[in-house]
């Protein structure tokens, strides 16, 4: 058995640096080993090493680097083993030792003519012996002034001579002034040559390594393309860095699909494949088999079936390889790159072959029977295409768009008919846009154009999804064009298409601020052909009573949910959020607690199918819920990850959506310097896009951070330009919802006209008949009212079901100050101690502190459970909230990183630091009761 040395601290010298390239990542033990080595010989205690590992782990890497680092004060002799050489005797040791040949005068003769014998240089016998002894004494006299470190790479490919006689020459080296190092590749027939010499093993990288690796040439790449890219690799570093340069831009940046093998450089493909041309014809079937099946195939397989278990030899044979292993759930490739490999190196009719067997074998699973029946079918094949479309509409109502988008598109190069091929093309956008690709899905849309003529159908859905990414990332007045343009063709024809895109035509319409355009699709939709009971129905009639400044408020009954326009397009089997509504729309119309919980189903669902491009204006109405209902906590971490999603998936527009509610929450917990940075940055990007909502409800954020903070004057500049319907910052509907704070504003601030004027205005709304708005509006009666009239009205706001906590403790607030001033300080007292505990447990710091003043007022000191806790969770950021929460759960760090588009080392990095601001040493402690509450 061979020594083998374990990287030690023991005599090591700084490695030369920690990059690869020039450079190396990491292997900073064994450079240190291999740097111990060549400082011993420079001593005189010589030594040899062979340097083992797979191919591409960086076994020449560190030969380079060794040389690079020795090459100052040592004479470097080297040579590279060749496959096409390993025939040929001693033409390993010739390249070796041909700089040095001019001296082979200088050897005892016996020696001497060996070696020449040897190199075809003269006619005496090639004594091995003699050889092996003049090749040691050779080296030995050109170490006497200078030491010599002697380097062998691709030792599995030495002649067998030239490999003896430098095992024996790595065994004679204890007081030389030389160090030998071969590197050799596991696996290969001729390991035993260097036996009696020691091995040092380089095996993967690790995870971090990997990553700083991959950041050299990829730095750009999208997080998900980077993972896919870690895992295929394995740790190899001639992997990490040949890969990425095999993907186009739109794969890098996961704006278009991965294959599902990994196109390979030639480079990697020699370095891998050579293992393949040793098996025999079966065992690379089998193993062709097994790459052209994904782990889930492999395990659906029948036991009984011959396709993977009936040639025991080929089995047996594949196995030894070390290529793969056989586990309960069928062939498992050891490294993931050789997956890909396999696939590579076969022809495309052997590769066609391999997934016919396996559509066979997987008849009982529609969905990837009809994948490897697609991959099977040369030329078109109208039959297979209409399976591959059905099975990829079933893959991505479960598993998500991502996982669709390759078999679309395979089922349209399938189809024969132009309309069978427009309609998977259709279909593979939609899907590249749920799953954040709206750059591929653009592609795929102009790929339909030709298709589409005299389809008017099809023409519409083309529109449909371009609009549909126009509001999301470009401007929301040209989505609404382009929905009302592209519907008016098939209002008779296809009723129900032309129903989808006039409500999506809304959703943009409303999110501009367009009430003219708003009142166009109400109209449009009220002529539809459909039953009354529909929910479009509904909404347009919503829509319409904009015109007469009434909105239909009545709260959704039990029995009538599926109809409320606020969930209906919420499905939980297969969400559709991009239809209806946007943010701050289920406060006005419908049943909050209802509708949040259909939008929670419907984030998770998306999460669990990958489709990050839909999660983003899923969540933005959602925040708004989560905010109005008081878990503000959970709106701002939910709210975070998504604009992270909605930045890298090129979502501009909803990104600015969720940095406004983002905002929103800053603003009620008084953290002004972030609110003002976050509005800031809001409305650089939404004014010029005519943006009225996101403007609007800035505006309106800024104002209400004024009013907390008591800047009563500050806070009417801020809140009264959203009143005035030809100011770029207003937008009805946040008229309607600012109102009740600028008349709280302007009544404080002893301006009673102006409140009066703008409580008329709320009045002509008919806002009170809002759930939303009810004890909002009462408490402003109350405030202007005379003082027989106030405290009714007061103490109708109170008793007024709110689901807003924050809102119920400012109504207890007013109405606390509005009775301190009556000198009724007893009451008062009650109802500013029961607005400052809602107030302390949402942390809304502005507000603590006026509820405290005012109980002050009323000569009644808060006691220490009243008054604002530092929070261990106040440290925390957002997507650290978020990380808590899930890991409090029991979620491992894969399912939490699948929830949050991260890689599960990312998720750890992030419990770590966690932990440390928590002070806390395990997961389970972040089930403890303080934190939690902290952070709810």
């Known amino acids: 058995m061979p020594k083998t040395i374990t990287p030690s601290i023991a005599g090591r010298i700084p490695p ?67 496959e096409a050489e390993a025939g040929f005797a001693f033409a390993g040791l010739h390249q070796l030792l041909l700089p040095v040949q001019p001296t082979i005068g200088l050897l005892p003769r016996q020696q001497a003519d060996a070696l020449r014998s040897a190199f075809g240089l003269g006619t005496g016998e090639c004594d091995r012996f003699l050889i092996a002894l003049a090749t040691l004494t050779l080296l030995s006299h050109h170490a006497q002034d200078t030491p010599l470190l002697v380097l062998v790479d691709d030792a599995q490919w030495l002649d067998v001579e030239s490999a003896e006689v430098l095992s024996f020459v790595g065994r004679r080296l204890d007081a030389q ?92 493909q020699d370095a891998f494949a050579r293992h393949l041309r040793l098996l025999a014809p079966d065992a690379r079937g089998l193993l062709l088999v097994a790459a052209a099946a994904s782990d889930d195939d492999l395990s659906a397989i029948p036991a009984t079936s011959s396709l993977l278990w009936g040639d025991r030899a080929a089995l047996t044979e594949v196995e030894r390889s070390g290529l793969v292993e056989q586990s309960a759930g069928g062939l498992r490739f050891r490294q993931p790159l050789t997956r890909s490999v396999v696939y590579a190196c076969a022809a495309p009719a052997e590769r066609r072959e391999a997934h016919r067997a396996l559509a066979e074998a997987l008849n009982h699973r529609a969905a990837r029977h009809a994948y490897h029946l697609g991959a099977a079918t040369f030329g078109p094949d109208e039959q297979v295409a209409a399976k591959l479309a059905a099975a990829a509409e079933r893959v991505r109502r479960t598993v998500g768009g991502s996982a669709a988008i390759a078999a679309f598109e395979q089922a349209a190069a399938l189809a024969p008919s132009t309309d069978l091929a427009a309609d998977c093309l259709v279909n593979a956008a939609i899907a590249a846009w749920q799953a954040g690709r709206p750059v591929h899905a653009g592609e795929l849309l102009d790929r339909v154009g030709p298709l589409a003529a005299g389809r008017p159908a099809v023409v519409a859905s083309v529109e449909r999804i371009r609009a549909l990414i126009a509001h999301a990332s470009s401007s929301a007045t040209a ?58 129905m509904r909404l347009s009639r919503q829509l319409l009573q904009l015109r007469d400044k009434e909105i239909e408020a009545r709260a959704t009954d039990a029995s009538d949910e599926g109809a409320d326009p606020c969930v209906w397009w919420l499905d939980r089997d297969d969400p559709r959020p991009w239809i209806w509504p ?124 004024h009013l907390g903070e008591g800047n009563l004057r500050e806070a009417i500049v801020q809140l009264m330009p959203i009143l005035n319907i030809d100011d770029p ?9 600012a109102l009740p704070d600028l008349i709280e504003a302007l009544v404080l601030a002893g301006d009673h006209d102006e409140g009066r004027r703008a409580f008329d205005m709320l009045d002509a709304w008919s ?8 004890a909002r509006q009462l408490r402003c009666a109350a405030l202007l009212a005379d003082v027989d009239r106030a405290d009714s009205l007061f103490q109708t706001a109170i008793h007024t079901a ?88 029991g979620m491992t760090n894969a399912e939490i990183g699948t929830r949050l588009f991260l890689s599960p080392r990312t998720v750890g990095y992030h419990l770590h630091k966690i932990f440390t601001k928590l002070g806390i040493t395990s997961r389970r402690q972040l089930c403890n009761r303080i934190v939690l509450d902290d952070l709810n």
Not at 189 to 213: K, N
Not at 729 to 737: R, S
Not at 836 to 857: C, H, M, V, Y
Request: charged letters at 20%.
């Open 16 to 82: 030369s640096s920690v990059l690869y390239g020039p450079c190396l990542v990491g292997r900073d033990d064994e450079s240190a080993t291999l740097g111990a080595l060549a400082a011993n010989a420079r001593n005189g205690r010589g030594g040899a090493l062979v340097v083992r590992g797979h191919a591409g782990i960086g076994k020449s890497a560190l030969l380079d680097s060794l040389a690079a680092s020795s090459g100052r004060d040592m004479r470097i002799l080297s040579c590279r083993g060749a």
């Open 177 to 268: 002034r030389i160090a030998f190092v071969a590197a050799a590749r596991d696996g290969e027939r001729d390991a035993e040559r260097f036996a009696e010499v020691a091995q040092l093993h380089v095996g993967p990288l690790s995870a971090a390594e990997s990553e700083t690796l991959l950041m050299r040439t990829a730095r750009d790449a999208a997080r998900p393309v980077l993972d896919r890219l870690l895992h295929e690799a394995g740790g190899n570093p001639l992997a990490l860095t040949e890969l990425p340069a095999t993907l186009t831009r739109a794969e890098l940046l996961a704006a278009g699909p991965l294959p599902d093998h990994l196109r390979l450089s030639r480079r990697l």
């Open 479 to 536: 989505s609404s064009a382009i929905l009302l343009r592209g519907a008016q063709p098939i209002i008779d024809s296809t009723p129900d298409l032309a129903a989808e895109m006039l409500v999506m035509a809304a959703r943009s319409a409303w999110f501009s601020g367009d009430l003219n355009g708003l009142l166009e699709v109400g109209r449009r939709l009220s002529e539809l052909p459909l039953t009354p009971d529909r929910p479009e």
């Open 582 to 705: 946007p943010a701050l729309v289920p406060q006005l119309f419908g049943k909050t607690d209802t509708v949040l919980i259909a939008y929670q189903e419907a984030v998770e669902m998306l999460r669990r199918r990958g489709d990050a491009g839909a999660i983003p204006m899923t969540v933005a109405p959602m925040m708004a819920l989560q905010i109005h209902l008081g878990d503000w906590s959970r709106a701002v971490a939910e709210g975070s990850a998504a604009l992270v999603v909605a930045e890298e998936t090129g979502q501009s527009l909803i990104a600015v959506g969720l940095q406004a509610m983002l905002a929103w929450v800053a603003a009620l917990r008084g953290h002004a310097e972030q609110c003002r940075k976050l509005v800031s940055t809001t409305l650089q990007s939404t004014m010029p896009r005519g943006l009225k909502l996101v403007s609007a409800h800035c505006q309106w954020v800024l104002g209400l951070l």
């Open 729 to 737: 910052a207003a937008h009805f509907a946040m008229g309607i919802v």
């Open 767 to 774: 806002a009170g008949s809002l759930p939303y708005l009810q």
């Open 802 to 889: 709110t689901p807003s906590p924050f809102e119920a403790a400012r109504t207890n607030l007013l109405y606390g100050e509005w009775l301190r001033r009556m000198r009724r300080v007893k009451d008062a007292r009650l109802r500013l101690r029961t607005a400052l505990r809602t107030f302390d447990a949402l942390q809304a710091g502005p507000w603590i502190t006026r509820a405290i003043g005012e109980l002050r007022a009323a000569g009644d000191a808060p006691d220490p459970g009243d008054s604002p806790t530092e929070s261990r969770a106040a440290e925390l950021t957002p997507r650290e909230a978020q990380i808590v929460q899930f890991a409090a759960r």
